[in-house]
């Protein structure tokens, strides 16, 4: 028996394929367990069970396994899971994927290491979400409202505005929330111009001694990618639970997240899904999504903001369906809005905040809150199908009311999406959907007198 | 028992292979590991058997222990189930979260239903009677709404020896028999095999859900089963919640099968609150909750519809009619493809087991009305209500298509509808109902005589809707016959007026099946009254442009009770207010 408490090594490396290796005779591998993999020239990497299979293991190294061999390479395993250690003194740095430093500064010392996998919450000992969260953007606060511990999405399309809305949103809410707040963002795949905007907004925002970031860049080993919205989700629970913050995630992009899960995928073999996606990838993104929340008694919350990149806009892509399948709605970006130069280029017929009615309302928001929304949306939408109907019969085709609707779509687009860098309080934003929604004749919109 | 043991010896995903398991048998649970996980056999090859495991597998060894007691994966019937929160294999996440705290950590024991609570049993049988399976004992009142009764349980009976009164509990035996058989107030039954019953009725009457696109286009009936497919926020929860709600069941099981928390976390915190239409009692004490949330294990929530509908036909069989709500009906095959693909079972269509109709069937056939097992004529029934997650809202999917075969209502949801607010989200002519005739029969005894007919006429004037939007699409709106606009403005009215329905808002989210019929009524003598007009020679513009449209628009607002004095009233407005409309 004490023998299994000595950990060898193994140096039965015996297929490496893409960033897999496959051991053989592993004893007493568990599954999830890291291993140090040390390289013939000195060079330490870390791997992470994927499978057992007999005494065959399948491992991932997350550096990557160029440079491996099948003679001099060896697997030790460590008996850990992949853990990250939490502090409050991550506040204010920058960290790779991994939970790493890269910011120069001295190395932190934990409290204490926790799960990077964390555990799932017990719907039971879930807090209904329905604290308002104003993040001064019309389109948002007004029709797809956002609470504390709603995981919301930002679908954008290549090209479109969803960092700078992000960043926008983490600076206005800041300010309404001035409490306990926490910003963290988690990085994945993204360019080194993109990674200089976001330490330059973040502290022009003045957030940065509030704010906790993990970048995983283009160039950076793919398999650090699923690694780093874990991390980011485990530091803001770690604050949250246990701290009383009311913490912000900001994870992007997610499109490179289940691309790298895809390449494992692929380099295990396994049957693809749709689109040649794991199977597997709906479970996979809940485990991430559903780490927001609220817990009951406690005092913080986790607000999860995942933005991803609609592969050629297309919506019914994987990553978008599943996505919206699993988050708490959707805010949509528009490349036809965004030509016409509206800033933010919200699409608000497809959005969606499903916990919009749990936010909003008398002692809230306003009352009548719903029904302002409802008929913009109604209105709009309306708009919406004369501009279709213009391109086919022209203006002439269509009745004095239609006419009143299109210019309503017009302006609604201009004046209450595009509001550009303004923060808007809640009372301008409903203001001006009443002065908008005033200039469709009152017969049409019923509910109005109400 | 037979106890087989083994040693792990490959572990993939949610799935874990055991050497050395000769004579295990098929879908029977076993301990898996140092922190005896729950499993179940899914495969036999030789020695070697393949386990889904319903709990995380990270940290498990080759070589840990595995033990299987022959068991089948079972839940525990009995009192106390109402109210609950369960996880997919019946766990009490109530009493988890007492234990565990917050999060759901691994290897957690605790029993499904607390088996040492007292209950106040009333019999209504005697010693010397004699019994058969399903035959009431007697009956303890569960909940302030509900009356369990407790029934012989399927294989057990003869002549009673001796029966319990007044405080009972799971720790004796509540009857005795004769020849040493002995009757528990609580039962394990196998989840995957159905519970027996004397036979099928044919569907009857409707399932009244309180929502007029569903009771008066579409319904279902008593016992039957729809499906409600559509993509992401078209709003499959929220008619899955509002039937939970308002539907007039005696029992509600909900399954939210991979879903969302905090879906769940709504409506634990508002159903002790909201008040049963029917009996005015809160809600929570007709409800069992089974919860499998997408971020939970995923063999657990593969298990969870078969929780759900075991639960469901062992109130059905106390002669309840009960209300099976399955959200989403997707990730359950979503659960099925991933313990497939790990198994490395050929996969059929987008990857799914070739296996995946029929065991979608076996769990749709387990709806239905019947007549109970017993000596008396009870009936009861499981009407299933479940929604499905078609991928990119896509239904030519596996899923969807499959379902299809066993839906005897198909409430089709739209993205479009969705988008422009207009709630329910169902595409009227895309659903169906094959229902119609079975119930046009009770349409016609317990609504109106002329029931049926108004919604013939609903159906054909939205199918017109249809015809004219394209026309207007070529031509422009202006270029309508005056009769085709008048059809267009009221077909219009009936969608906003009647089809729109808010689930949120408190006098409109349930209505009567009165209340639809005289809302049918109203629209159809506008209709009439604005036909008349036109015939006239009144100007199109002029019939538009009357006021009474708004109130007609606006009556949804008005309450149940008392509604047809109001809308007897709004008729004589809209006939008075035509009549007085001047000529060209
Ligand atoms: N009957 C209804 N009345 C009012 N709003 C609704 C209704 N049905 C759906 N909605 C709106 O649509 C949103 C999405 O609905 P939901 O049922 O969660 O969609 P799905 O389950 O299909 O993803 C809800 O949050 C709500 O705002
Ligand atoms: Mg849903």
């Known amino acids: ?168 949103i983490v600076r206005q809410a800041r300010v309404a929330e001035a409490e306990e707040f926490a910003v963290i963002l988690g990085a994945m795949g993204i360019t080194s111009r993109e990674s200089f905007f976001f330490r330059r907004s973040l502290e022009e925002t003045g957030a940065l001694e509030r704010t906790i970031a993990f970048i995983n860049q283009v160039n950076d080993p793919t398999i650090e990618r699923l690694f780093t919205p874990r991390i980011a989700l485990t530091v803001a629970e770690y604050l949250a639970f246990e701290r009383g913050f009311h913490v912000m995630v900001v994870l992007t992009d997610m499109t490179s997240y289940c691309e790298s899960l895809r390449e494992i995928g692929s380099a295990r073999e396994e049957i693809p899904g749709r689109r040649s996606y794991p199977g597997y990838m709906y479970t996979d993104l809940a485990t991430l999504y559903e780490r927001a929340g609220r817990l009951k008694g406690g005092k913080g919350s986790v607000t999860l903001m995942p933005i991803l990149t609609m592969p050629d806009d297309d919506i019914t892509h994987p990553i978008p369906d599943l996505t919206g399948y699993i988050t708490e709605g959707q805010i949509v970006l528009s490349r036809a809005l965004h030509r016409k130069g509206i800033y933010p280029p919200i699409d608000v017929l497809p959005c969606l905040s499903r916990l919009m009615n749990l936010g909003i309302g008398a002692g809230k928001t306003r009352d009548g809150h719903r029904t302002i929304a409802d008929q913009l949306y109604s209105a709009y939408a309306r708009g919406i199908d004369v501009r279709r109907l213009v391109t086919i019969v022209g203006e002439e085709g269509l009745s004095d009311l239609d006419r009143r609707y299109l210019a309503f779509s017009d302006e609604f687009e201009r004046r209450f999406v595009g509001q550009g860098r303004e923060d808007r309080s809640i009372d301008e934003t409903l203001d001006l959907g009443i002065e908008l929604l005033n200039t469709v004749p009152e017969r049409e919109a019923v509910a109005r007198r109400r | 028992m037979k106890e087989t043991r083994g040693k792990i010896f490959g572990v993939a995903g949610p799935t874990v292979m055991v050497k050395g398991m000769t004579g295990a048998i098929m879908n029977t649970v076993c301990l898996v590991g140092r922190h005896g996980l729950l499993g179940e056999i899914i495969r036999i090859k030789e020695d070697m058997v393949t386990l889904q495991v319903y709990e995380d597998t990270v940290g498990i060894s080759v070589g840990e222990d595995v033990i299987s007691y022959g068991i089948p994966l079972s839940v525990t019937l009995g009192p106390g189930l109402l109210t609950g929160l369960f996880d ?243 990730r359950w095959a979503e659960a099925l493809r991933e313990i497939s693909s790990r198994l490395e079972e050929m996969p059929g269509e987008e990857g799914f087991p070739p296996y995946l109709a029929t065991q979608l069937g076996m769990f749709y056939e387990r709806s239905g009305k019947v007549m109970c097992l017993g000596s008396e004529d009870r009936t009861g029934s499981v009407t299933v209500i479940s929604a499905v997650s078609p991928p990119g809202g896509d239904f030519s999917e596996p899923v969807t298509q499959a379902s299809l075969r066993f839906a005897g209502t198909l409430w089709a949801l739209d993205p479009d509808l969705a988008y422009r607010r207009h709630f329910p989200a169902v595409n009227w002519l895309a659903s169906f109902s094959l229902f119609h005739a079975e119930l046009d029969d009770w349409f016609g005894r317990e609504v109106a005589e002329d029931m049926v007919r108004l919604r013939g006429r609903l159906y054909s004037l939205l199918q017109r809707q249809t015809e004219l939007k394209d026309i207007i699409q070529i031509i422009g709106v202006e270029a309508l016959q005056e009769s085709d606009r008048l059809a267009l403005e009221v077909a219009n009215l009936a969608t906003d007026a009647f089809l729109k329905q808010s689930a949120f808002s408190e006098v409109d989210a349930f209505n009567t099946y009165e209340k639809q019929y005289w809302m049918l009524k109203t629209i159809f003598a506008y209709l009439e009254s604005a036909e008349a007009a036109l015939k006239r020679g009144v100007f199109i513009e002029t019939i538009l442009d009357s006021p009474v449209k708004g109130r007609l628009a606006r009556m949804k607002e008005e309450p149940n009770e008392g509604f047809s004095g109001k809308a007897r009233a709004l008729i004589g407005e809209v006939e008075s207010e035509f009549s007085m409309l001047e000529e060209k």
């Open chain 1, 1 to 168: 028996m004490a023998l299994d408490l000595i950990k060898r090594q193994y140096r039965t490396l015996q297929t490496i394929s893409g960033p897999l290796i496959f051991v053989d005779r592993m004893k007493g591998g568990s599954l999830g367990e890291m291993c140090v993999v040390d390289l013939p020239e000195g060079e330490r990497r870390t791997g992470q069970v994927l499978q057992l299979m007999g005494e065959r293991a399948v491992i991932q190294v997350l550096e990557g396994t160029s440079g491996i061999d099948s003679e001099a390479s060896s697997v030790l395993p460590t008996g850990e899971t992949a853990k990250v250690g939490v502090s409050m003194d991550l506040f204010g740095r920058v960290l790779n994927g991994f939970g790493e430093p890269i910011d120069g500064l001295p190395p932190i010392v934990p409290d204490e290491y926790k799960e990077i996998n964390g555990l799932p919450m017990n719907p039971a000992a879930r807090e209904k979400p329905d604290f308002f969260v104003q993040t001064g953007i019309s389109a948002i606060d007004g029709l797809n409202t956002l609470v504390r511990g709603q995981k919301l999405p930002i679908f954008s399309g290549a090209g479109l505005p969803a960092k700078e809305l992000a960043l926008q």
């Open chain 2, 88 to 330: 997919g294999i019946q766990r009490p996440l109530d009493k988890i979260r007492e234990t565990a705290g917050g999060f759901l950590t691994r290897g957690v024991k605790v029993e499904a239903l607390d088996l040492d609570r007292t209950w106040d049993f009333t019999p209504i049988r005697k010693k010397g009677d004699t019994v058969a399976p399903g035959d009431v004992l007697g009956t303890i009142e569960e909940t302030e709404r509900i009356t369990h009764r407790v029934m012989v349980p399927p294989g057990l009976g003869g002549v009673i020896k001796e029966i319990k009164s007044g405080k009972v509990s799971g720790a004796e035996y509540i009857c005795m028999l004769e020849r040493g058989k002995f009757i528990e107030l609580y039962q394990e039954w196998p989840v995957r095999r159905p519970r027996p019953f004397k036979a099928k009725l044919p569907p009857e009457e409707p399932f009244i859900t309180g929502q007029r696109v569903f009771d008066t286009l579409l319904p279902v009936a008593e016992g039957g089963t729809a499906i409600v497919p559509g993509g992401f926020g078209t709003g499959k929860t929220v008619v899955e919640q509002t039937i939970a709600k308002f539907s007039r069941s005696d029992i509600v099981v909900y399954v939210g099968c991979g879903e969302r928390g905090n879906e769940m976390s709504e409506i634990l915190s508002d159903f002790p609150k909201l008040k049963d239409p029917t009996s005015g009692l809160p809600l929570s004490l007709r409800t069992v909750i089974v919860v499998n949330t997408s971020n939970m294990p995923v063999a657990a929530r593969e298990a969870s519809i078969f929780t759900g509908i075991t639960i469901a036909e062992y109130f059905r069989d106390m002669g309840y009619s009960v209300a099976m709500l399955a959200d989403s009906i997707s």
